[in-house]
């Protein structure tokens, strides 16, 4: 079955942070070896019997299976093994850059329908690249996500950029779900490092005051590195901005590999022991041919505990059933996303 039959097969009640749960468990391989890129169009990555093919059926390539992307755990191990407890609650964060999201693409009801039903998946998601001077893209799209049942509300920071070209970042969160706390810009204009400096909120769920912070960026392509070399200094500002809170997670496009910044150099910073990616260099964040994880999440030593195991890619082209066309209408960039509990994993 197609991860596509599959999500239209679940009942409509279901809640998406379970109905995500669920595709994980039953669809998401542990594979070894490199296979980004491997399915791209047909279905994506399937572990079946302990052996990984395309979920239409077609066998992988030569060369797909000469860099290791064939032997798979069929077990969702993942899972199971960092099963949170009936007291926690699961928490669906993502990260999404919307390609230059605005009133024209907010015009084109397809695209919005697609976007609601991405974000909807979500309790809280971090949006980039909104070129918008009137706010009417985002409070579109709060509606339309609005309409699929359940309130979602946005927080939406200045408009930033050293160009004309300004962009804006945003977060839009359940509320049944969340609180939000605070939110602010980094202040950069010491160092001027950041071409779009990092927008930051603090949010806590309403039914166990779980509070956390995320930070979002959208790199400069030019300037990734230096960028992304630069963030544990504003995971610093956040802990003295929000003295009391101890989980930090940093979500957003760091054009964080290919030709823009090389994902093996371990002397960055944001390499060191305080810090985890989630979304790791073998995963592929982009719909172009070139298969890179421009987008990341990384979490610090203090939220390790809270985090599930589960992160990756979400195909929305393959759960929405959209052509190739019709994808790139949506964005050239797959939503991220990692999956929290509020309660430390194994306790």
Not at 1 to 12: K, Y
Not at 45 to 61: A, E, F, K, R, Y
Not at 93 to 109: E, L, R
Not at 180 to 193: C, K, L, V
Request: net charge negative; with cysteine; charged share 25%.
């Amino acid at each position: 079955m197609r991860l596509t039959d599959l999500r239209r097969a679940l009942p409509d009640l279901l809640h998406p942070v379970f109905v995500f749960f669920f595709i994980l468990l039953i669809m998401t391989p542990t594979a070894f070896g490199d296979c980004r890129g491997c399915c791209s169009g047909h279905g994506g990555v399937v572990c079946q019997d302990g052996v990984t093919i395309c979920g239409d059926g077609t066998p992988l390539s030569e060369a797909c299976q000469a860099r290791g992307c064939i032997g798979c755990d069929s077990e969702p191990s993942v899972i199971a093994q960092n099963d949170p407890g009936p007291s926690a609650e699961p928490l669906a964060v993502a990260n999404f850059n919307i390609q230059v999201f605005g009133v024209s693409k907010a015009k084109k009801p397809e695209v919005m329908e697609a976007l609601g039903s991405i974000i909807s998946h979500f309790d809280v998601v971090a949006v980039q690249e909104i070129r918008d001077k009137s706010g009417k893209a985002i409070q579109s799209l709060e509606e339309q996500v609005d309409a699929l049942g359940r309130d979602y509300e946005t927080v939406i920071g200045p408009r930033l950029g050293r160009t004309s070209s300004k962009e804006q970042y945003a977060y839009l969160y359940r509320t049944d779900v969340l609180e939000f706390i605070e939110a602010y810009t980094f202040d950069d204009s010491r160092e001027d490092t950041f071409h779009r400096e990092p927008f930051i909120a603090q949010f806590k769920t309403r039914q166990s005051n779980f509070s956390f912070v995320l930070i979002t960026l959208h790199t400069d392509p030019d300037d990734a590195t230096s960028e992304i070399n630069a963030l544990p200094q504003v995971v610093t500002d956040a802990r003295a901005h929000f003295p009391e809170e101890t989980r930090f997670v940093i979500l957003g496009d760091l054009n964080a590999d290919c030709a823009y910044y090389d994902e093996d150099e371990l002397s960055s910073p944001l390499r060191g022991e305080g810090f985890r990616w989630l979304i790791t260099n073998g995963m592929d964040t982009n719909l172009a041919r070139s298969a890179c994880a421009y987008d990341r999440i990384i979490i610090t030593e203090e939220t390790a505990p809270y985090f599930t195991g589960t992160s990756g890619v979400f195909p929305f082209d393959e759960i929405l059933g959209l052509s190739a066309k019709e994808a790139k209408a949506v964005s050239d960039h797959y939503p991220v996303y990692g999956v929290f509990t509020t309660a430390p994993v194994g306790q």
